[in-house]
C-alpha cells in the first residue's frame, strides 16, 4: 500500500516523456530540412552563432523551476545530438558494448585462442637472455600454458632503470614461443614500434598508455590481436572506451585486461578490482583477463587472486614467472620462480569449498 | 542579413523548442512530488533501476529520426538535472546549508570567536605534563595565538600506544588554556564523557568519529560548541550532514575541519583537499577550518599549506605546536617546536605574490 | 655470478648488525639499573629532560653519514621500548596475529559457529516490522543458512533518513532468528546499547566505527563474539589494531569482514577488495568474512563477488535480502529478494572452471 | 644537583650511545655500496624480503631481555632511515632535484618566461574556429596574460567525440598568439606530431601521457620547452621522474604542472593537490604550476583554487577560457567566459586576510 502514491506520479512522467520524445523527433525532421537548405546554399551545418542566440532566448524564456543552466545545458546537448545525427557521426552503442543476448566473442592468437575456455598467461617480466627466455618457454610449455609473455620495451619509472633489450627481445620471445609451441605476448609503447611489434602474437598495451590514443589508434589498423590493460585509476568506462578507439579503427580482436587499481592501501602494489571482472564480462563480449602479479606486487598471494578472478568469470589470468626472481632484472618482488608456479597451478585448480549453510 | 529561405524552419525549430521547454517544467514539478513521497517513505531519490526501464521504454517507443543513442543520453541529461536540481533543493534545506545571500555564522568559544576574522588553534597532540601544556600556552599566547589544542582522549590505532592522560590532562589544559586567557579544544571519543569534556570551550570530533552518530546526536544536545573535523575518505555531503546531525539536536554552534583525504600519494599522510575549503565555503555559514598537520604528516609544509588554507577562504588554521617534539609521545614527525611555530607564523603573513601577468 | 658482489656486503651489515643488538642488550641491562635506583628513590623511570639532553648530545656528537634526523629518531625509539619493556608495557606481538603453524581459529555464534566451513549471513538491512524479518528468516532457513543479519539501529548519513527500530527491531530480530534456529548479527554503534544488544549472538561493528575505540574497548568486556568490519578507507593493519582493542580487552571471538573501500570508480559503491581477503587469511587466525552486497552496491554482481571470496578463502559471505527491495527503507539498490538469492546461491555452488591451459 | 647514585649508570649509557651511533655510521657505510652495486645491477634498493629475513635472524640471535619486538622494530627502523637516506641521495641526484641551495631555473618560452614571476596561461580547451582563438587572445592580453593555451590534438576519452583540429588548429593558435605578443601552448600527443608541434612556444604533456616515456625521450630531443601535467593518479615521484626522461635526453626546460588527482569525492572532478605544490617547489627548481580548471572540473572555485595554489608557491596558473562556453567542442562545464575571467582576475588579486590571531 505504501507505494501506490508513486504509481499515479510516475504516469505522468511517462506521459510527459513520450510528448518530449515526439517533438524531438519533430525538431529533428526541421533540423534536417534546414540541413538540406545549407547544403545547397554551401553553408556548414553547424552554425555556433545561432545556437548561443537560440539557448539564450530560451533562458530568458524560461519560468522555472527547470534550472536555467539545466536549460542552456540540455538545448546545447539537442543541438550537438541533431549535428552530430546530421553530419552521420551520432553517437551510437560502442563496437565493444555486448547487444542483448550476445556471445562471448573470441579470436586466434598466435596457434591458441583467447576467449573461451579460461587461459594462463606466464613469463617474466623483461625479456632478459636468450637462456632466460628459453628455459622459461620450455617449462611453462611442459605445465600446459599457452601463452609466453616477455617485455622487450619496458616502460620504467625512472630513465635510469633497465629498458628492455628492445629488437633483441623481441626476437629471442618470439623464438623461444616458436620452439614452444605457444603464443607470444609483449608490450608496445611505441606507434613507430609496430611494425616490428607485429612479429609477436598478441600485442599489448600497459597500464601506462591505455589512453594513449594516437598508440590506440594504429592497433586498430596493425591487424594483429590486443591485449588492453586498464589504466591505474582509469574506470570501467574508460577502458570500453579506449578499447573502442582500437576497434572502431578497424581491430575487432582486442582483450582487456584488470591488473588493479592504485588506493590508499600499502600492503599491496594495487587493488585487485574484482568487480571490474565482473562487471567487464557483463559490458562487453571481449574476452576479460586478470594479471595478478601487477595487481598484488608480491607473490605470496597470487594464487587466491587467481582463484578470484576465475571464480568471479575471467577468461584468462596472467602472472610473472621468472627462473630466478632475485636477479630479475625488474619487477623481482612479484615474479615466480619455477616450483612456486607450480604451487601456483595446483593452488588454482583446488574446488571452491562447500558452504557450511546448504547441511540440511 | 538572414537567408529568407532558413527563416520559416527555424521559427519551427523555435516553437518546438518552447514547447519542448514547457514540457522539460512540467516534468520537474511531477518529479518533485515523487520526491516528496519518496522523503515519507524514506526512499533515496535517485532510482537508477527505474531510471534505467524509463529510457529502455523510450528508446523502444523512439520512432525515429532523433537517434536512440542521442534519445538515450539525453533522457539520462534530464534525469540528472532533475535529481541535481532536487537534491540542491534538498541540500539547501538542510540547517547547515548557506540559503541564498546568507552571511557567515560566528560564535563565542570561550573568551573569543570562530567565524570572524581566521584565527589560528595550535598546541600539541597529546598533553603530556604541567609543564608541557603551561609552556606551550603560555608561548603561543605571547605570540597572539587565541586557542589551545591538546588531546585528553587519544584515539590511537594500536591499544599499546599512548592513550592520553584523560581526566587529567583536560584538567591541564583548561588551566593552562585559563591561565593565559586562551579558549581551549579537546577531542572526545565517547558520549560517556561528555558532561566531563564540557569544561573544555571547544569540542573537537576527530576524523574517526565524525560519523559516530550517536556522539554527534549527545553533541547536538551538550551546549558547547563543536569542531567536527571531516573523515579520512568522507565527502563533503557526508561532512555535512555530520553536522547536520550535531545542530538538528540543538546545537547551532559547529565549526568544520577539513584535515586531508586519504590517496596513493605517500609523501604526505594525507592529501590536504583545498577545494574543500572553496566548497564549503559556499555550501554553508558554518566556519571553515584547516588542519595542516594530520593533512601533512610532516613538518616542512606547514606554512605553505596553511597560506593555501587562508587564500581558500579558510577560517582558521590549526597546528601542532609541542615544546619537545621529538620526545613527544604521539604525532612526533608533524609537530613544531617553538622556533619552527614562529618561522610559520612569519611565512603565513608574507603577501601573495604579485602576478607577472598584470605588468602593463 | 652477477648476485656475488652483494654477498660480501651483507655480511658486514649482518656482523653489524649483531653488534648493534648487543650494545642494545648491555643499554637496556644498564637501564633497568638506573630504573631500580629510581623506584628505590621514587622517582618516575621515564624522564623527558634527560631524554632530550642525551639526544642532543648523540647528534651533536654524530660525524655522518647517517642523519641527524634519523639518529634523533632512532634513539628517541630506543629509550622509549626501554622504558615501555621496563614498565611492562612494550609492544608485543599482536594477539590476533597468526603465530607461525598456528591453526585457523574457531568459535560458536549462537547455535552455529564461525570459523569452521565457510558460511553465509543474510537478511535485510534494518528490520522493519514482524512479518518482513519473520518471512526472511523462515525462508532462509528454509535454504540452510544459519546466520540471519538485520539492523535494529541504522547508521544512516542523513539524520532525516530512516534510523532503525532500535530496541523493538532487535527483539523481532532475536525472536524471528530463534525460531527458525538461526544466530542472529546486528549492528551495535554507541558503547550504552551494548548490554540490550547483548541479546544478539553476534555483535557487528560497521564500517563507520571500525575505529570507535570506546566501543571496541567495551566489546572486548561484553562477552559476545564480534563482527568487526573494515573501515571504508582503513589499512589492514588498522583494522588487526582495531581487532586487537577487543581481544586484549578479554573477548578472543572476534571476525573480521572485508567489504570494500573507497576509490575513484563509480559503478560500484566501494571497491571489493579481494586481496584483503587474501592476506587476512595469513595475518590472522581469526575467521575472515566478505559483505559482498555494500562492496557492491547492486544487486547484479554479487554472485561473482560472493564466489571470489570464496576462491581467495574467505569463512563467511554476508549478502543483504529482503522479501520486497524495492520498498526497503534503506540500501533498496543492493538487497536480494527471494527469487534473486536461490539464483545468487545456485551461482556461489558452480564449480570454478577448467583452465584451457592444462589439456595435455 | 644530579642523583649521585645515578650517575655512573648514566655514564655507561653514553658509552653505549656512543658505540651504537658508531656502528650506526658504519652500516650506512657498507649500504651505501650495497646500493651502488644494485644500481649497476638495474635492482632496486628497498628489498623488503631480505629485511624480513634479516629482522628474523636477529630475533633468533637475541638473547634479551632487550624485546624481540623491539628489536624488530629498531632494525625495521634502522633499514627505514638508510634507505629514505640513500634514497634521498638518489633522488637528490636526478638532474631535475633542487641541489642544496639551488635557486629556481627559469626560461625563456617564446617572448616570455616560466620561472620568474608568477605567470596565468589561459585560453580554450580547444581550438575551435578562427574567430574563436583570435577574440580569446586579443582579451586576454588586454588583461595582460600572456600565455595562450588551445588544443589542437585533443585526447578525448572516446573515440566519437570531437578530436580537435589538429594541423589547422596549432596554425590558427600559432597566428593568434603571435598577433597578440603571446607565448602559446599546445598539447602533444604522439612522437610523430613533434615536427610540427614545435611551431608552439611551449609543448604539452597531458596527464593521460605523463609516462609516455617515448614522447617524453623524443620531447627531451626536440629543443622546445615543455609544460608536463602530473597523472590523474601520478606520484611525485614518479612525476619527477618523467621530468628526469625529458631533462636527461637533453632538454632542460621543463615545467610541472599539479591538475588534480583522482579521488572519491564526487563535487570535484579531481582533488587539488595543493601539499604537491608545496613539496615540488622544495624537491625541484623547474617552474612549477597549478591547472585549476581540469582540478575543479567547475568554474566556480577556480579563484580560490587559483589563490591557494599561488599562496603555496606556484609559479602560474592555468585556466580555461572560452568566449562561449555553453557551445564549447570540449570541457563545456569548466571554461570561464570573459567576464567570469575578469572577476577570476580580481579575486585572484585580493590580499591574503590578516589572522585575527595577531591583534596585540
Given at each position: ?7 499515479p ?14 517533438l ?29 542566440k ?16 539545466a ?44 576467449g573461451d ?64 609451441g ?40 596493425c591487424?594483429r ?18 578499447a ?6 578497424g ?23 574484482t ?30 587472486l ?35 608456479f ?19
Amino acid at each position: 500500500m505504501e507505494n501506490t502514491d508513486l504509481a499515479p506520479l510516475r504516469a505522468q512522467i511517462d506521459v510527459l516523456n513520450l510528448e518530449l520524445l515526439a517533438l524531438l523527433n519533430q525538431r529533428i525532421e526541421v533540423a534536417r530540412k534546414i540541413r538540406d537548405q545549407k547544403r545547397l546554399l554551401g553553408q556548414p551545418l553547424y552554425d555556433p552563432e545561432r545556437e548561443l542566440k537560440m539557448i539564450a532566448a530560451l533562458v530568458q524564456a524560461n519560468p522555472g523551476p527547470f534550472p536555467h543552466a539545466a536549460v542552456a545545458h540540455l538545448f546545447s546537448e539537442i543541438a550537438r545530438a541533431t549535428v552530430e545525427h546530421l553530419e552521420g557521426t551520432e553517437r551510437r552503442s560502442l563496437l565493444v558494448s555486448r547487444k542483448a543476448g550476445e556471445a562471448d566473442r573470441s579470436f586466434a592468437v598466435g596457434p591458441h585462442r583467447l576467449g573461451d575456455a579460461p587461459v594462463l598467461i606466464a613469463g617474466p617480466c623483461s625479456v632478459e637472455s636468450e637462456e632466460q627466455i628459453f628455459s622459461t618457454a620450455r617449462f611453462l610449455a611442459s605445465r600446459g600454458v599457452r601463452f609466453l609473455r616477455g617485455g622487450a620495451w619496458k616502460p620504467r619509472t625512472s630513465p635510469y632503470e633497465f629498458q628492455g633489450l628492445g629488437k633483441d627481445g623481441l626476437e629471442l620471445l618470439v623464438a623461444a614461443a616458436r620452439e614452444s609451441g605457444m603464443a607470444c605476448v609483449t608490450e608496445v609503447v611505441d606507434p613507430r614500434h609496430l611494425e616490428l611489434a607485429c612479429n609477436a602474437d598478441l600485442l599489448q598495451v600497459g597500464t601506462r598508455n591505455m589512453q594513449n590514443f594516437e598508440l590506440l589508434k594504429e592497433l586498430g589498423r596493425c591487424g594483429r590481436p590486443v591485449l588492453l590493460k586498464r589504466g591505474m585509476a582509469s574506470t570501467l568506462d574508460e577502458l570500453l572506451n579506449a578499447a573502442e578507439y582500437i576497434v572502431s579503427h578497424g581491430n575487432p580482436h582486442v582483450a582487456l585486461c584488470e591488473r588493479g587499481v592504485r588506493t590508499f592501501e600499502k600492503q599491496t602494489r594495487n587493488t585487485f578490482d574484482t568487480s571490474a571482472i565482473a562487471l567487464l564480462r557483463q559490458l562487453t563480449p571481449l574476452p576479460v583477463l586478470a594479471d595478478v602479479s601487477h595487481a598484488a606486487g608480491r607473490r605470496d598471494i597470487l594464487a587466491p587472486l587467481g582463484r578470484a578472478a576465475l571464480a568471479a568469470g575471467a577468461q584468462g589470468v596472467m602472472l610473472e614467472v621468472h627462473p630466478h626472481p632475485a636477479i630479475a632484472r625488474s619487477d623481482a618482488q612479484q615474479q615466480l620462480d619455477f616450483p612456486a608456479f607450480d604451487a601456483f597451478l595446483t593452488a588454482l585448480e583446488r574446488p571452491l569449498t562447500t558452504l557450511d549453510a546448504r547441511a540440511p
